[in-house]
Each structure stands twice: as structure tokens, then as C-alpha cells.
């Protein structure tokens, strides 16, 4: 069942059109009321990256919590996986992120977290939905028990000390010279500051946020700013996080990117040598490279793949034991410590592994040589159903056959944007790139 409001990351869309005031305030509204458990004071705590529009939706949200008796407890910028830690430490019933991750400024999204710091499942969020499209005005709160808001002013220093406490009790950073980009996104404050404290000499680039400015240019998604920097600066690595900063790719000393699958590979060997891998395998998507898993087939783990978004990474670590996992995009769960994506926990495993080998991040992050791999998109007509038309079908059997049992083709409609992704990998890159084009093809002739 098709939801109307929730994608694979929450709800989003563009500001003021999609994302209203009016919508934010139901789903305050909704999700209040579908997370009050008892007879006591409920609190919901809320962060935001740095969109202008965020202070639109924060006060909406704010006006629809506290109409349901909620208290509400304000962050500010502060990253998603921050939200989801404080979700629980504050013991709040319910914690919300307002950001559009990765996307542009004009964009902006609400995403939900449980008292457990997890995202909500499916099923939650259906019901979240049948309130917001309903009439609750019988439901809401008498003038004596509306709820409170407040600011809090501690939550930065709580989040950079439990950052900190993941790594080894005696190794520090002290040698290491680090640029990090923020995106200008919610990480601008807490990634340098942490950084800094465990003894790095930190450079920040995308620190200095303007409403406008978040992931335009800079951050996990345009990182050749951060390229350049690192081979100027002759850095010893780059991080880059994106506008929420839940996911993470880093720049090594010769400024090669360096994606999320060849940073899980690390973390993977690294907890294997350890005895801290809680089954011989990591989770990943369909999306991450076959080079990924053939690498741990070589070492003796396996991968196990989900549906693309990092909510499903995590649902099947939860239900199957595994404590690592992620996306090739550079969302990275280590479970030991975080209840979702969190990019500055992962830059800071891997540059624990750095310091522990005493090795250039260029030979401690190329695990593998990935396969050729090479995604497009086709944006949709709405409305439209081009999966189903039987040109398209045609065509994704020819190139899923062109590829023969060594390669793989994954067709699938975005869970945050109008478009049709196809990605198709195998040894062989020519053959790869046809079998996208033909698919990419097909799909436009119907989507014209």
C-alpha cells in the first residue's frame, strides 16, 4: 500500500509548497498524538539542518505538539543522528528532524524517531498519515494541558562527548591533518569542534550557513572543493558530510573520493580483527557495488542486501543481528553506538583504523577495485506508470540478459524525487553502459 505523505526517509518536498506550515502543524499534531503512551507530561525534541525555511516548519511543528499537550524541547542545527541520540538520553517520547539531507535549500522534510531513537516503521507511519488527513479537533488538548516550549542550549557538547567516546579510550587524532566540510548543513558546528578536541589540526570548509547556501557546491555530494583543499593543503584526508550530516565520504591524501562501500569495507575488516563483528557479514542495498561483495567473500563475510534507504539497512540489522552496515552514498550504521546514519561516527572508525596502521588513507581505504558501475535517471511523468508498459519490460530483459549472470541491473522509482533510477554493473564497462542505455531509452519513448 502506496503511502501519501512518508517517502523512504520521511516526508519531503519542496518548502512552502509541499513542506507547509499547514502540513507541519498536522503532522505535529498526528505524530503527538500517536506517541502519548500514558497520563504523564510527553516531550518531543526537535532539531534542524540550516534551510531558512526551517524556522517556518520548526514554530508549525512547535504549534502542533504543544495544541496535542506536548512538551517540546528546541535543539536547533544539530545533525539527524544527534536528534536520534538525544531522542533517548532526554528521554523524550518522540524526536523530530527537520532537513531534506542532501538536497538543495529550497527543499526541506520532517523526519520522525521513536523513544527508542529509531525511525518509525511502516506501519506507524500509515498511521501518522490517516490523522494528518483527518479531522482532530475533538483530540486536542483543554487551555490547562497545552504543552511548553523551550530551548536547549547543552546539546551540542553532549553530542560531540558521546562522539568522542566511541573511539579507543588512548588513541587520539594528534598528527592527523583533517579538512572537513560541512555542507554549511547541521554538522557546521559539532564535526570541526569534536574533531579539534581529539588533537587534530582541523581546516573547515562549509561552516559558514546562510539559509541558501546548505550542499550548494560543497558536502558529500560536490566534494572537488574538497579535493582541491586536501591536495593544497597536503592534508592527510578529507570528510565530507551532507546537509544533515548522516552520511559521510572522505577524500583521500591524493584527493580520490572514496564512497560509502569501500568505508564499510573498512570498518568491516577492522571490527572482524577485533571480535567486535556481531555476525560475519555487514547489510547493505541493492545500490552498493559487486566489488564490495566479492571483497568480503575473500575474507570470509557476506553481504546481505536491502531496499535502497537506509531505514531498511537498519531493519534488517535489527532483525538479523548484524551491527554494520550502509550505503554506498556514505550512510554508515554502526549499531554499537547509533540507532541511524551517522557521518561523523563513521569518519571517525575509519581514521581510528588510519591512526592504528600508521598507513596513508589511500592504501587503508582502497579495500577493492570496484566493477563499472553506471547509474541514470529518468525523471517521470505524473501520473505515469512506465514500468509497466510492455516496450519497458522488453527492454529490461534484454539488457538484464546482456549482462549474464556476472552483472546487475536495478531499476527502481526514487523514494525522494520524481525520477526512475536505472544502474547496471558488471566486468565490463561497455556492456554495462549499453544495458543502462537501453533501459534509460525505453523509459523516456514512454515518459515523453
Known amino acids: 500500500m502506496s503511502r501519501k505523505y512518508f517517502g523512504t526517509d520521511g516526508i519531503r518536498g519542496l518548502a512552502n509548497r509541499v513542506i507547509t506550515p499547514e502540513l507541519a502543524l498536522k503532522v505535529g499534531q498526528a505524530a503527538g498524538l500517536a506517541f502519548q503512551r500514558g497520563e504523564y507530561r510527553h516531550r518531543v525534541v ?59 535549500y529550497h527543499d526541506n522534510g520532517i523526519k520522525l524517531f521513536g523513544p527508542d531513537g529509531f525511525k518509525l516503521s511502516d506501519d506507524t507511519e500509515r498511521e501518522i498519515e490517516a490523522m494528518i488527513d483527518g479531522d482532530l479537533t475533538g483530540r486536542l488538548s483543554g487551555s490547562a ?104 565520504v572522505i577524500i583521500d591524501e591524493k584527493g580520490r573520493l572514496v564512497d560509502g562501500d569501500q568505508l564499510m569495507a573498512v570498518v568491516a575488516k577492522s571490527w572482524l580483527d577485533e571480535g567486535r563483528l556481531s555476525k560475519p557479514g555487514i547489510v547493505a542495498t541493492v545500490m552498493s557495488n559487486l566489488g564490495l561483495e566479492r571483497h568480503l567473500q575473500g575474507i570470509g563475510l557476506s553481504l546481505a542486501r536491502t531496499a535502497v534507504g537506509d531505514r531498511y539497512v537498519l531493519e534488517h540489522m535489527r532483525e538479523h543481528g548484524y551491527n554494520v552496515g550502509g ?50 535517471n529518468v525523471r517521470l511523468r505524473p501520473g505515469g506508470r512506465p514500468l509497466e508498459e510492455s516496450t519497458v519490460v522488453t527492454a529490461i530483459e534484454a539488457s538484464r540478459q546482456r549482462l549474464g549472470a556476472g552483472g546487475r541491473l536495478v531499476i527502481r522509482p526514487s523514494g525522494t524525487e520524481p525520477v526512475i533510477r536505472v544502474m547496471a554493473e558488471g566486468d565490463d564497462r561497455d556492456v554495462v553502459e549499453q544495458a543502462v542505455d537501453d533501459v534509460i531509452e525505453a523509459l523516456r519513448r514512454v515518459a515523453a
Not at 50 to 74: N, P
Not at 151 to 176: C, Q
Not at 354 to 362: D, H, I
Open 327 to 376: 550505503e554506498q552514498s556514505g550512510h554508515i550504521i554502526l549499531s554499537d553506538y547509533s540507532t541511524t546514519g551517522d557521518g561523523l561516527l563513521a569518519a571517525l572508525q575509519v581514521l581510528a583504523v588510519v591512526k592504528q596502521q600508521g598507513r596513508p588513507v589511500s592504501e587503508v581505504c582502497h579495500c577493492f577495485e570496484p566493477l563499472p558501475q553506471i547509474l541514470k
Open 145 to 248: 494541558e497545552l504543552g511548553r516550549a523551550k530551548r536547549i542550549e547543552s546539546v551540542h557538547a553532549r553530542y560531540i562527548e558521546f562522539a568522542k567516546r566511541t573511539l579507543p579510550r588512548n588513541l587520539d587524532l594528534e598528527g592527523l591533518r583533517i579538512v572537513v566540510d560541512c555542507a554549511n548543513g547541521a554538522g557546521y558546528k559539532v564535526a570541526p569542534e569534536a574533531l579539534w578536541e581529539l588533537g587534530a589540526e582541523v581546516v573547515s570548509m562549509g561552516v559558514e550557513p546562510d539559509g541558501f547556501n546548505i550542499n550548494r557546491d560543497v558536502g558529500s555530494t560536490a566534494t572537488d572543493a574538497l579535493s582541491k583543499r586536501v591536495r593544497e593543503l597536503r592534508a592527510d584526508i578529507g570528510i565530507a558530510l551532507d546537509g544533515d550530516a548522516d552520511r559521510v
Open 46 to 104: 526537535i532539531g534542524k539542518d540550516t534551510r531558512l525555511s526551517g524556522y517556518m516548519i520548526e514554530y508549525a511543528m512547535v504549534a502542533g505538539f504543544t495544541s496535542v499537550g506536548m512538551d517540546v524541547l528546541l535543539l536547533g542545527p544539530i545533525p539527524t543522528p544527534a536528534v536520534a541520540m538525544l531522542t533517548r538520553s532526554l528521554r523524550a517520547d518522540l524526536g523530530v528532524m527537520i532537513s531534506a539531507s542532501h538536497n538543495p
